[in-house]
C-alpha cells in the first residue's frame, strides 16, 4: 500500500496509547473491547467504517466447527489439533453468546442443521457424528431429513446461534473505551524504541504494540501476507419475506451453501461459490449472474413456496489460508505487530478466540497456540513463510 504527498495527513495528529488495533470488524472490535476493559489504552483504526468489511456483509451464523465435517478434519490435522480447533469454536460461540446478554443485544438461540445433499454425502455425516460423539462434542445425528425438503440426513449442533453481526461489532466498540478514527486508513507500520509507529491517513499513532484485525486485506497493507492470506468472494442474496418455513441456521452440501429464515420471513442464502471458484477470488466488490442464479435455483427446488422475489442481493471478501485454520502471529522484523486474521469463512465461529490466543501471545507470554502461524501444518505445506513468525 502506497500514500501520495498530497493525501497523506498522518502528522497532523499525533496520538499514544497502549495498544494500536486495525480494523474494526468483528476481531478488530472484540481486541478494543477486552483490552480496553482491561485498562490498557487502544486506539481503532478504521480505513472505512465498523463492520464495513466481511462482518457487515456475512450471513450471521456463529457456528461451532471448521469448515468441513470433524473427521475430515481429523484426516486433514490430526484429532488432537481438529479437538482442540472445535473446543475453541465452542468457547467461541459461548462467549459470543455472553457478550450478546451483556450487551443486551437479541441473538436467535435456534442451533444449525448441516445438511448432506445426497447419499455420498450422508456418509460423511454418519462418520462426522460417529467422532464427535466419541469425542464428546455435542452433536445430534438425524438420519432422515429434519427439514423434510429432500436432504438425505443431517448433523444438529443445538448451541450454534444466529445474529445481526453489525449490531454485535458496534455494540462492542461502544462498549469498549477505546478511541476509535474511521475513514482511516493504516498504510505503514514501523517500528520505533520499545513499541511500534503506526501512520494512517488522519493520524500516527505510537504504541507499545499494533494488532492487525484486517482479515481478508491484509495483504494490502503487508507484502508478507501475500500466499498466505487469500482473498476470496463471496455472495448472497436476500428473499422477500416468506411464509416461516425455518426455524434453524443451515449450511448444505459440505458447508458451501447455507440459509437462514430471519423474524421477518426473509430468507438469506449464501454460497454457489464452488460453482465458479475460479473467479471468486479477489476484491471486487460485486455479484455475478451465474452464483445468483445459482442460489435462486437452490431456494426455488427445496423450498418452493417461498417468494421468488429477491429484495438484497450483495458480497464480501473473506481471508482463507492455506491449511483452512486462522493465523496468529507477529511480523518479522516488526516483533510489535501482531495479527489475528485468516478466518476461511468462519469468523464469527472463530474470531474472538483467535483474538484472545493473540493477546495471550502477544502480551501475557502465552506459548504460541493453535492458530500459531509458525505450526506445523503450515510448514508441512511450505508455506511457512520467514515473514510470518509465530
Ligand atoms: C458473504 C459472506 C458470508 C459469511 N457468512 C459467515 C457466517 O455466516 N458465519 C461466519 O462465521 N462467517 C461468515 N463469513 C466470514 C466472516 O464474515 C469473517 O470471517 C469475519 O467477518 C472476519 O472478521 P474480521 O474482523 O477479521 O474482518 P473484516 O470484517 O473483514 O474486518 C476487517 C476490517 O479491517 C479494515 N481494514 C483493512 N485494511 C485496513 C487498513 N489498512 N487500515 C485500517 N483498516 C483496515 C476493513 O475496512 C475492515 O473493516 C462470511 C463472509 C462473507 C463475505
Not at 446461534?161 to 455494540?171: D, K
Amino acid at each position: 500500500m502506497t500514500v501520495s504527498v498530497w493525501q497523506d495527513r498522518s502528522g497532523r495528529q499525533h496520538l499514544e496509547c497502549d495498544v494500536v488495533v486495525v480494523g474494526a470488524g468483528v476481531v478488530g472490535s472484540y481486541l478494543a473491547l477486552r483490552l480496553s476493559k482491561n485498562g490498557l489504552r487502544v486506539v481503532v483504526l478504521e480505513a472505512r467504517f465498523p463492520a464495513a468489511g466481511a462482518t457487515g456483509r456475512n450471513a450471521g451464523m456463529a457456528l461451532a466447527g471448521l469448515g468441513e465435517y470433524y473427521h475430515m478434519a481429523i484426516a486433514r490435522y490430526g484429532r488432537k489439533t481438529a479437538r482442540a480447533a472445535w473446543e475453541r469454536s465452542l468457547q467461541n460461540g459461548r462467549r459470543t453468546r455472553e457478550l450478546h446478554e451483556e450487551l443486551r443485544l437479541p441473538y436467535d438461540a435456534c442451533g444449525s442443521l448441516l445438511l448432506a445433499l445426497d447419499e455420498a454425502e450422508a456418509g460423511q455425516v454418519w462418520a462426522a457424528h460417529e467422532l464427535m460423539k466419541e469425542d464428546g462434542l455435542p452433536v445430534i445425528l438425524h438420519a432422515s431429513d429434519p427439514l423434510d425438503r429432500g436432504f438425505a440426513a443431517a448433523l444438529e449442533q443445538p448451541q450454534d446461534i444466529g445474529i445481526n453481526p453489525v449490531a454485535f461489532t458496534e455494540g462492542m466498540l461502544a462498549a469498549s473505551d477505546a478511541k476509535l478514527l474511521q475513514n482511516c486508513e493504516v498504510y505503514a507500520l514501523e517500528p520505533e524504541n520499545d513499541g511500534v509507529c503506526v501512520r494512517s491517513r488522519l493520524a500516527t499513532v505510537h504504541a507499545a504494540h499494533a494488532m492487525l484485525a484486517t482479515n481478508a486485506y491484509s495483504p494490502l497493507l503487508h507484502p508478507s501476507f501475500s500466499g498466505h492470506v487469500l482473498p476470496t468472494r463471496a455472495q448472497v442474496l436476500l428473499g422477500a419475506p416468506s411464509p416461516p418455513v425455518l426455524d434453524t441456521l443451515c449450511y448444505a452440501n459440505y458447508g458451501y451453501e447455507y440459509f437462514r429464515q430471519m423474524s421477518d420471513g426473509r430468507i438469506l442464502m449464501g454460497g454457489w461459490r464452488k460453482h465458479f471458484a475460479d473467479v471468486e477470488i479477489g476484491y471486487a466488490d460485486e455479484t455475478t449472474e451465474g452464483v445468483q442464479k445459482g442460489l435462486e435455483g437452490f431456494l426455488r427446488e427445496r423450498f418452493p413456496e417461498t417468494s421468488p422475489e429477491v429484495e438484497m442481493r450483495w458480497s464480501g471478501v473473506m481471508a482463507f489460508t492455506p491449511d483452512g485454520l486462522p493465523l496468529v502471529g507477529t511480523l518479522d522484523g516488526l516483533p510489535r505487530v501482531g495479527y489475528a486474521v485468516g478466518f476461511n469463512g468462519h469468523g464469527l465461529g472463530l474470531g474472538i478466540a483467535t483474538a484472545d490466543e493473540l493477546i495471550d501471545t502477544m502480551l501475557h507470554g502465552a506459548p504460541p497456540g493453535l492458530f500459531s502461524a509458525g505450526r506445523e501444518t503450515l510448514k508441512r505445506l511450505g508455506t511457512n513463510s520467514p515473514a510470518l513468525t509465530h
